[in-house]
């Protein structure tokens, strides 16, 4: 779950995020939306522990995501946090010289899973994905919906709580678009949170859900379409 409460991050003079309040349930599909300079980096990186809300006098701010409190968590425990969550970027973030079960794979890897797990553990997701038979190809030998695809799988693979999508449709075609945001709504209805960042309006009247939009740092509507 996603708790904010009170919540201010500011860049010198600049405010990025002026008092907002949201909360995200386990299992719920979120959109959230804005324009450039809105905020929506800004709460990417303050819930991944990247950025700390400001301390205001007088106010009591919340910060809460998978159960961690990011108003007090150490340095030390922002990878254990960090583990909790699956991100999925926008540029894919593919490592070339990796085919695609080894750039699954490598997510595993960094926190030294068993080599029995990641045997059987990194099909199985390539399979979520359809690219059962892509395994052993590399990045550029794929489509960019097929690349979107492994990194999707890639944020999915040490089963996280939450799934942070930062533009995901950004560079794909409009068939790819759709495929994208449809494999998201399917890991959502197996019980995974899902947040996706996007500004695509049509994508987001298509699929529907809830709503969050940002402007100048301020959520202006939460709704649901």
Do not use: C
Request: hydrophobic share 40%; proline share 2%; net charge neutral.
């Amino acid at each position: 779950m996603v708790e904010l409460s009170h919540v201010s991050v500011s860049y010198g003079e600049k405010h990025a995020l002026n008092d907002i309040s949201l909360k995200v349930n386990d299992g719920e599909f979120t959109f959230i939306s804005g324009d450039n300079g809105a905020g929506k980096s800004t709460l990417i990186k303050l819930l991944i522990g990247d950025v700390k809300a400001d301390v205001v006098d007088g106010v009591e701010t919340v910060v809460k995501v998978n159960g961690y409190d990011l108003t007090t968590i150490s340095q030390k425990s922002i990878p254990e946090l960090r583990r909790t969550i699956g991100f999925i970027f926008q540029d894919f973030k593919l490592i070339d010289s990796m085919n695609v079960f080894d750039n699954v794979a490598f997510v595993l890897r960094s926190i030294d899973a068993s080599t029995s797990y990641i045997k059987k553990r990194v099909p199985q997701v390539i399979g979520l994905m359809g690219l059962q038979s892509k395994i052993k190809q590399y990045p550029s030998e794929l489509s960019g919906g097929e690349q979107q695809r492994v990194a999707i799988a890639r944020a999915l693979v040490t089963n996280p709580q939450l799934i942070i999508a930062d533009e995901p449709t950004a560079s794909l075609d409009q068939r790819a678009k759709i495929e994208t945001i449809r494999l998201l709504k399917e890991i959502n209805d197996k019980g995974t949170t899902v947040m996706v960042i996007s500004h695509e309006h049509e994508l987001i009247q298509r699929f529907g859900g809830r709503l969050v939009n940002l402007r100048l740092g301020v959520i202006t509507h939460d709704i649901h379409i």
